[in-house]
């Protein structure tokens, strides 16, 4: 006899055609409903709320006046919360996003009164390799999940599913997903004509006689009848047997009576029964960007600017900097941070975004004035601080914005020294729209706004070092700005050359050759915000032939090539199809190459004015492999050029196509021992290789689509995923701005490969202290060294954050292994007691080795 364990619950979208709005209100009746029919009955339960405590606080905003009552439930195991604050993606948000979404679930879980210890992730379009880790790291040791599964991957759904890390979890998957047996009759006679044919497909991939019968559906009411129903057919039939369970019990009971489960390493991002729609790292590009700017700011440059500050004697705002995290998990799900919603709600997310960014700003701005202000000068001037968050010491290139009334400066350092930039742009600036002190002045006060590239010297570890602009005086050396015709850009290790509008990479390391790199592709798109759909005979138009203007900058720290392109196009779907060309694609690419590095940074500007198409650039990689690597939460990943399943997606009815359209954190590359390609982008989520080119690799820029949902797309066959509804805001209309490095490779993953990696991904950064502000502040009277480093860690590691513990008066250092080999370390370097702990920020046991995609946290008393 097989053992049905009732999993009674309901799944929550907080929003996706419908808004948060929409969904608050219904929430209220749901909740209302749900706690009187368990208070009625003691009997009922538990029941499971989606795992996401954003839930209960929607659920407060409308009914506050409940909190005791459902608190009593939580208590009593009748109502199962938690772990995570909301239902995260795990694809395209950023690993310190993930850990901080199960850390403040846990933060709210223990104040409701506990957690239910299942890594429940219900509706991921994908789940990471790195799902394990995560959970692991919270002491979770089970996890439930959807979507992405197929017996292609591991035969039975249920199995220890192990990260690279060594981190394992015991998994079941919810083979036919968590509404397979929703809206159960209450007649017996009528649930036994409906539930074999589930109870069937359930098992058929079972690895014992333990089955899951998940109960409930998107925003479904409690099904309080579903148990005593169950209960009469336990009488009347001997092949099942019904249990009202949770999945804490259901594990206990597969420990029990199953044999060893199968183990299973990787990532689920097959199509195969579930769709896990390949599109949606593209979809709504402005969306993405939003997104990754936020979580880099805050984790890399606000939150170690607070947590040196708060250690030199300035408050840290633990809450405010909570809500920012919480602001943007509630971006976060699927469909959220997708952008499969409709535009109401598209605007809402990204609206969300924009207000945790502002408030991130405000409390950058407000700390380095206060640090500032607190710094003695040592040269006359105004000062500017230039801050290394990395826990070493470093060489920069520091973009920073100056505001002067002069037409020459110079910047120094501390002993007095003129230091070297280059202007990167200007543009007049009327003060009074950024001081308040100007705001009601009768007179209009202009300056230079100069962006500059500053270069800096030994900047100190996790810390900063103070410099000075003096105004009206001579930069102190000779600047070299100046535009040519010349088409070649050459340093030590690179040459880029520009013949014919292409242009050509020389690696002079090792001579090999990359040609026709950074070509701009445009293709159609016949997609809906879930999938992006080629259409059947796709008209794919190149940047060749079609450069308009080109210039060759020479100057002080780097020199560029600025190419603008103006491409004929078809201006839709509609012309497309028919060949017609009738619209021009406005596109300019700036490509810079560093006087002092090995890298080309590239800067592509999208004056996006037509509809249904992908924009994606394309960059060779010359290497002859079956595999690449791929950056994922904390780690690296290994990937097929070429799906084999997309051989037999068709012929086994796939519901969707396991193409080669894969998702990143920031990285791709290709490479051999002796040559290769990295690229690594600033908030790009989405590559693919094409598949007649398994030695290319494309980027996806944008794509345009004009709905949420359709029917029948070419590599997702049949019904339409969503709503079919009309999305004319996805068509993203305006200008878009990119920005990544091409990074080739001589040697591997070489030690220095990846210290380049890290100091491209995490430019150090610099505040002007020029007397004015747009808020006043009392002064704080407390006196800061011009210099300051407040610890050290020299490793291979890469930073992730520095932040304030969660619950303790002490620091989080946290870093990850991001390569495909073990790293060794040492513990960093302090004048406090340090101590490793998990990313739950548990104090756990030292170890001096990293394995692959592995975090190494530590807590700095």
């Known amino acids: 006899m097989k053992t049905v364990h009732l999993i009674q619950h309901t799944h929550w979208d907080r929003e996706w055609y419908f808004t948060e709005n929409d969904s608050k209100i219904v929430l209220y009746y749901f909740m209302n409903d749900l706690i009187k029919h368990l208070e009625e009955d003691p009997s009922l339960g538990p029941f499971v709320l989606d795992g996401q405590t954003v839930v209960l606080e929607d659920y407060l905003q409308v009914a506050p006046e409940r909190r005791d009552c459902l608190q009593k439930l939580i208590k009593q195991g009748r109502i199962l919360i938690g772990p995570w604050y909301t239902q995260t993606d795990f694809l395209v948000v950023g690993a310190e996003s993930i850990t901080r979404n199960l850390l403040l679930g846990k933060v709210d879980c223990e104040q409701w009164g506990g957690y239910m210890p299942i890594g429940y992730v219900p509706d991921s379009f994908g789940q990471s390799a790195q799902l394990p880790m995560f959970l692991q790291e919270f002491g979770i040791k089970h996890a439930v999940v959807w979507r992405g599964w197929c017996e292609h991957d591991v035969a039975s759904s249920e199995f220890i599913w192990k990260s690279q890390s060594g981190h394992s979890v015991a998994t079941a998957v919810l083979p036919w997903g968590y509404g397979c047996a929703k809206w159960l009759p209450d007649n017996p006679e009528k649930a036994s004509a409906v539930l074999p044919a589930i109870l069937e497909k359930q098992a058929r991939f079972a690895h014992s006689d333990q089955i899951l019968l998940p109960n409930g559906n998107d925003q479904s009411p409690f099904e309080y009848a579903v148990p005593a129903m169950l209960e009469q057919l336990n009488k009347a039939q001997k092949e099942y047997y019904f249990v009202k369970s949770s999945f804490s019990a259901f594990f206990d009971a597969l420990q029990a009576n199953s044999t060893e489960l199968p183990e299973f390493n990787g990532e689920l991002l097959s199509p195969k029964y579930m769709r896990v729609h390949r599109g949606i790292f593209s979809t709504r590009m402005d969306i993405k960007l939003l997104n990754a700017k936020l979580e880099q700011f805050v984790s890399q440059q606000l939150e170690p600017l607070l947590s040196i500050n708060w250690r030199l004697g300035l408050p840290y705002p633990q809450t405010a900097i909570d809500n920012i995290w919480r602001k943007a998990m509630q971006s976060h799900a699927h469909d959220s941070i997708g952008g499969c919603n409709s535009d109401r709600v598209n605007s809402m997310v990204k609206a969300r975004l924009q207000d945790g960014l502002e408030s991130a700003n405000q409390l950058f701005d407000l700390n380095m004035k206060m640090l500032a202000r607190g710094i003695e000068a040592k040269q006359d001037g105004k000062k500017i601080i230039i801050f290394n968050s990395l826990p070493h010491k470093r060489d920069a290139q520091v973009r920073i914005t100056l505001y002067t009334p002069e037409n020459d400066f110079c910047i120094k350092d501390d002993a007095g020294k003129p230091c070297r930039w280059q202007l990167i742009h200007e543009e007049k600036q009327d003060m009074s729209l950024i001081v308040q002190e100007l705001a009601n002045s009768t007179t209009t006060t202009w300056y230079r706004k100069c962006e500059v590239l500053l270069e800096v010297k030994e900047l100190p570890s996790c810390g900063y070092q103070t410099f000075y602009l003096v105004e009206g005086e001579n930069s102190g050396f000779e600047i070299q700005q100046n535009i040519q015709t010349e088409n070649t850009l050459e340093n030590e290790w690179l040459k880029l050359e520009l013949h014919q509008g292409r242009l050509l990479l020389t690696d002079k390391r090792n001579q090999q050759q990359y040609p026709n790199i950074l070509r701009l ?249 020029s007397g004015w502000s747009q808020f006043k502040t009392n002064p704080h009277y407390i006196v800061f060294p011009d210099n300051y480093s407040l610890l050290t860690w020299d490793s291979e590691l890469h930073f992730s954050t520095l932040k304030k513990a969660q619950n303790q008066e002490s620091l989080i250092l946290r870093g990850w292994n991001p390569s495909s080999e073990t790293k060794t370390y040492t513990e960093p370097k302090s004048n406090t007691l340090i101590h490793q702990v998990t990313l739950s920020e548990s104090i756990c046991i030292n170890t001096d080795k990293a394995a692959p995609c592995t975090p190494v946290s530590w807590l700095i008393d």
């Open 521 to 769: 592709i445009d293709g159609g798109d016949e997609g809906d915000n879930y999938n992006y759909s080629p259409p059947e005979d796709d008209w794919l138009i190149s940047s060749d032939g079609h450069l308009q203007q080109f210039n060759c900058v020479r100057a002080s720290l780097m020199d560029s090539f600025i190419l603008n392109w103006r491409i004929p196009v078809p201006q839709n779907a509609i012309a497309r199809q028919t060949k017609q060309v009738n619209a021009r694609l406005s596109a300019t690419m700036q490509v810079s190459l560093p006087h002092d590095k090995a890298w080309l940074d590239v800067e592509i500007t999208i004056d996006n004015t037509i509809e249904d198409h992908r924009i994606q650039v394309e960059i060779p990689t010359e290497i002859q492999q079956t595999f690449h690597f791929a950056d994922q939460p904390f780690g690296l990943i290994q990937r097929e050029n070429n799906p084999a399943n997309m051989d037999i997606w068709q012929s086994e009815n796939w519901v969707e196509a396991p193409t080669a359209l894969y998702p990143m954190q920031s990285l791709v590359m290709q490479h051999d021992d002796k040559k290769g390609i990295c690229i690594v982008t600033e908030g790009l989520r989405e590559y693919e290789i094409p598949a007649n080119q398994p030695n290319m690799i494309r980027i996806t820029l944008l794509r345009s689509v004009g709905w949420l949902g359709q029917a029948e797309l070419t590599w997702r066959p049949g019904r339409a995923s969503g709503m079919v509804l009309p999305s004319p805001e996805s068509q993203i209309q305006g200008l878009h701005h990119f920005h990544f490095a091409v990074l080739p490779i001589e040697n591997g993953q070489s030690a220095q490969l990846w210290r380049d990696i890290e100091h491209w991904r995490l430019p150090a950064f610099g505040y002007l202290d």
